[in-house]
C-alpha cells in the first residue's frame, strides 16, 4: 500500500514517544502499527472508501490513528469531542454522514441511506482527496459544519523538519486548533500529552510528569491554574512557551502570568475554523498586539472588524449560506480589533458580546482585566444587562477571594471603587454578582451571558 507521505512518516520516527497519557505511552511505530490495522479493520466492516463519516471521541491512540486511517481512504471525516447524544444527531444529518464510527473500538454503524454527495463533496471526491468537517454554532444553536480539503491542509505541514517538542493536546480533537497541534506533531515528530479530564491539578500533573514544554490553552483556563496555585504546586519547569486564544485575555491576567512564570514565552495565537490557525508574533513579552506573519493568512481591518483569507480556509458551508463570506472570499471574523500605528492588531471582543451603553461601546475584556487587578477578585465575567434609559448597563459576575472575617458586601464596595478609579463612569459594573465559579464551556472559553 502506498501511504500518504504524512502516514509514511511514522515508521520512521519508530521508537520516538508520540503519545503520553496518565497511564500510558505510545510510540510512533505503535500508532504506525495501529493506523495499519485500523485501515484493516475499516476494510473488513465494508467502509466504503470516500463515504462521510462521524468520528467520535477526544484524543487517544485509537481515535488518532482512525483519523489517520480514514484520511488515507480519502473518506471526508466529521468530529465529534461532545459525547452528547442529541449533538452526535445534529452534527451527523449537518455533515450527511453515512456512518458514525467510535474512536475506541473503530467499530463503524451504518446510518439512514445518505443522501447523493453535495457539489462540494463530490469535488473532493473527483480529486481523491480526503475531507475533513468541522462545526460551528449559528444563531440558531444548530451546527454549521464547514468543509475543508483534508490533503491540502495537511500539504502545509510535510515541508517541516523533525525536532524535539513535547506540548500538551490541550485544545480539542474537533477544534482547528487541536487540529493544528497534532498535524503539527505528526510532521515534526514530537511528543503529545493528553489528559481524560482537563482540570488544573490533573494537567499540571501531568505536565510534571512528562516534562511538557508548550501549554495551547485558554485564558480561562490560566487564570483557573492562577486561582488553583497549579503552577507553584507542579514542578513545571520544562515549561518553555505558553500560547493562548479562542477569547480575548484580560492585560492583569496576561500581567500576572508573566510574574508567576518569567521564564515562559507568551504567544498569542489566532484563527478561526473558517480559515485555520493563522501564523502570529507577539509585539512585545507583555503586549496583547500580535502581527500576522507572512503565509498563506491575508488580513485586514473593514469598520473595525478583523477579516481574514486564507489559501486553505473552507470549501464552504454543507448546511448554511455563505453570507459571512464576500464575493473575493473574505471571511468577517466577527472580531473587533484596535490596529496601532505599527499595522498590529489587539483583539477587543466579539462583536456579538460587545455592551451598549447609551451608544457608548463597552468591551467585557476590557472591564474584566480591571475586575482581576483586584486582590478581592479571583475571576469574573463581564456582561451587558437591559436598561430603559441607556439600552444596557455593565454588569459582572465575580469570584471573590475572601479573607478571614471579611465581609463580602463592604469588599464589594471596595471593589466598585477601585472601578471608578480606573475606568470611565459608564464602563464601572453597576451590578456585581457574586458567584462560586465563572461559567465556562468543554473548550474553557467564559460563556456568553444572554441580557
Same mark, same amino acid.
Given at each position: 500500500?502506498?501511504?500518504?507521505?504524512? $502516514?509514511?512518516?511514522?515508521?520512521?520516527?519508530?521508537?520516538?514517544?508520540?503519545?503520553?497519557?496518565?497511564?500510558?505511552?505510545?510510540?510512533?511505530?505503535?500508532?504506525?502499527?495501529?493506523?495499519?490495522?485500523?485501515?484493516?479493520?475499516?476494510?473488513?466492516?465494508?467502509?466504503?472508501?470516500?463515504?462521510?463519516?462521524?468520528?467520535?471521541?477526544?484524543?487517544?491512540?485509537?481515535?488518532?490513528?482512525?483519523? $489517520?486511517?480514514?484520511?488515507?481512504?480519502? +473518506?471526508?471525516?466529521?468530529?465529534?469531542?461532545?459525547?452528547?447524544?442529541?449533538? /452526535?444527531?445534529?452534527?451527523?444529518?449537518?455533515?450527511?454522514?453515512?456512518?458514525?464510527?467510535?474512536?475506541?473500538?473503530?467499530?463503524?454503524?451504518?446510518?439512514?441511506?445518505?443522501?447523493?454527495?453535495?457539489?462540494? *463533496?463530490?469535488?473532493?471526491?473527483?480529486?481523491?482527496?480526503?475531507?475533513? /468537517?468541522?462545526?460551528?454554532?449559528?444563531?440558531?444553536?444548530?451546527?454549521?459544519?464547514?468543509?475543508?480539503?483534508?490533503?491540502?491542509?495537511?500539504?502545509?505541514?510535510?515541508?517541516?523538519?523533525?525536532?524535539?517538542?513535547?506540548?500538551?493536546?490541550?485544545?480539542?480533537?474537533?477544534?482547528?486548533?487541536?487540529?493544528?497541534?497534532?498535524?503539527?506533531?505528526?510532521?515534526?515528530?514530537?511528543?503529545?500529552?493528553?489528559?481524560? *479530564?482537563?482540570?488544573?491539578?490533573?494537567?499540571?500533573?501531568?505536565?510534571?510528569?512528562?516534562? *511538557?514544554?508548550?501549554?495551547?490553552?485558554?485564558?480561562?483556563?490560566?487564570?483557573?491554574?492562577?486561582?488553583?496555585?497549579?503552577?507553584?504546586?507542579?514542578?513545571?519547569?520544562?515549561?518553555?512557551?505558553?500560547?493562548?486564544?479562542?477569547?480575548?485575555?484580560?492585560?492583569?491576567?496576561?500581567?500576572?502570568?508573566?510574574?508567576?512564570?518569567?521564564? /515562559?514565552?507568551?504567544?498569542?495565537?489566532?484563527?478561526?475554523?473558517?480559515?485555520?490557525?493563522?501564523?502570529?508574533?507577539?509585539?512585545?513579552?507583555?503586549?496583547?498586539?500580535?502581527?500576522?506573519?507572512?503565509?498563506?493568512?491575508?488580513?485586514?481591518?473593514?469598520?473595525?472588524?478583523?477579516?481574514?483569507?486564507?489559501?486553505?480556509?473552507?470549501?464552504?458551508?454543507? +448546511?448554511?449560506?455563505?453570507?459571512?463570506?464576500?464575493?473575493?472570499?473574505?471571511?468577517?471574523?466577527?472580531?473587533?480589533?484596535?490596529?496601532?500605528?505599527?499595522?498590529?492588531?489587539?483583539?477587543?471582543?466579539?462583536?456579538?458580546?460587545?455592551?451598549?451603553?447609551?451608544?457608548?461601546?463597552?468591551?467585557?475584556?476590557? *472591564?474584566?482585566?480591571?475586575?482581576?487587578?483586584?486582590?478581592?477578585?479571583?475571576?469574573?465575567?463581564?456582561?451587558?444587562?437591559?436598561?430603559?434609559?441607556?439600552?444596557?448597563?455593565?454588569?459582572?459576575?465575580? /469570584?471573590?477571594?475572601?479573607?478571614?472575617?471579611?465581609?463580602?458586601?463592604?469588599? $464589594?464596595?471596595?471593589?466598585?471603587?477601585?472601578?471608578?478609579?480606573?475606568?470611565?463612569?459608564?464602563?464601572?459594573?453597576?451590578?456585581?454578582?457574586?458567584?462560586?465559579?465563572?461559567?465556562?464551556?468543554?473548550?474553557?472559553?467564559?460563556?456568553?451571558?444572554?441580557?
Amino acid at each position: 500500500m502506498n501511504l500518504k507521505p504524512l $502516514l509514511a512518516r511514522l515508521a520512521g520516527f519508530a521508537d520516538t514517544p508520540f503519545l503520553n497519557s496518565a497511564s500510558a505511552t505510545f510510540s510512533y511505530g505503535q500508532l504506525h502499527a495501529e493506523v495499519l490495522r485500523q485501515l484493516e479493520h475499516l476494510q473488513a466492516q465494508g467502509l466504503p472508501a470516500q463515504a462521510t463519516v462521524l468520528l467520535l471521541g477526544d484524543y487517544s491512540l485509537s481515535a488518532i490513528a482512525l483519523f $489517520l486511517a480514514l484520511y488515507q481512504r480519502g +473518506n471526508v471525516i466529521a468530529l465529534d469531542s461532545s459525547g452528547h447524544a442529541q449533538e /452526535v444527531q445534529h452534527k451527523a444529518a449537518a455533515a450527511q454522514a453515512g456512518y458514525l464510527i467510535d474512536g475506541a473500538s473503530g467499530t463503524a454503524t451504518r446510518l439512514a441511506e445518505a443522501a447523493a454527495p453535495t457539489a462540494l *463533496v463530490a469535488s473532493l471526491q473527483a480529486r481523491g482527496h480526503a475531507g475533513l /468537517v468541522l462545526f460551528s454554532s449559528g444563531s440558531t444553536g444548530q451546527p454549521k459544519a464547514m468543509l475543508r480539503d483534508l490533503d491540502a491542509l495537511v500539504a502545509g505541514y510535510l515541508n517541516k523538519r523533525p525536532r524535539r517538542l513535547n506540548i500538551f493536546l490541550f485544545l480539542l480533537f474537533d477544534h482547528i486548533g487541536g487540529l493544528n497541534t497534532l498535524l503539527n506533531l505528526l510532521a515534526l515528530g514530537g511528543t503529545a500529552t493528553v489528559a481524560a *479530564v482537563k482540570t488544573p491539578d490533573s494537567v499540571a500533573a501531568l505536565m510534571a510528569r512528562h516534562r *511538557v514544554g508548550v501549554l495551547p490553552t485558554s485564558p480561562t483556563f490560566l487564570n483557573l491554574m492562577l486561582i488553583n496555585n497549579a503552577f507553584n504546586r507542579y514542578d513545571l519547569s520544562a515549561l518553555r512557551m505558553i500560547t493562548y486564544g479562542t477569547e480575548p485575555m484580560p492585560h492583569s491576567l496576561l500581567a500576572a502570568l508573566r510574574g508567576q512564570l518569567p521564564k /515562559v514565552k507568551f504567544l498569542q495565537t489566532f484563527g478561526t475554523s473558517e480559515t485555520g490557525i493563522a501564523s502570529t508574533t507577539s509585539a512585545a513579552a507583555g503586549s496583547l498586539f500580535m502581527r500576522f506573519e507572512a503565509g498563506d493568512t491575508e488580513y485586514r481591518v473593514v469598520d473595525g472588524e478583523l477579516w481574514l483569507r486564507s489559501a486553505t480556509q473552507v470549501l464552504g458551508y454543507l +448546511n448554511h449560506s455563505m453570507e459571512s463570506f464576500t464575493a473575493d472570499g473574505w471571511f468577517k471574523t466577527g472580531d473587533l480589533v484596535e490596529v496601532n500605528a505599527a499595522g498590529e492588531v489587539k483583539i477587543l471582543g466579539r462583536s456579538k458580546e460587545v455592551i451598549n451603553v447609551g451608544g457608548e461601546k463597552v468591551y467585557p475584556a476590557e *472591564v474584566e482585566s480591571v475586575l482581576m487587578q483586584h486582590p478581592g477578585v479571583r475571576d469574573c465575567k463581564a456582561y451587558g444587562e437591559r436598561n430603559g434609559l441607556t439600552g444596557q448597563f455593565v454588569a459582572a459576575e465575580v /469570584v471573590l477571594g475572601l479573607a478571614a472575617g471579611e465581609d463580602a458586601q463592604a469588599l $464589594l464596595r471596595g471593589i466598585r471603587q477601585f472601578c471608578r478609579g480606573r475606568l470611565d463612569a459608564y464602563k464601572v459594573p453597576v451590578r456585581l454578582k457574586v458567584v462560586e465559579a465563572i461559567g465556562y464551556s468543554a473548550r474553557y472559553k467564559k460563556l456568553l451571558i444572554a441580557s
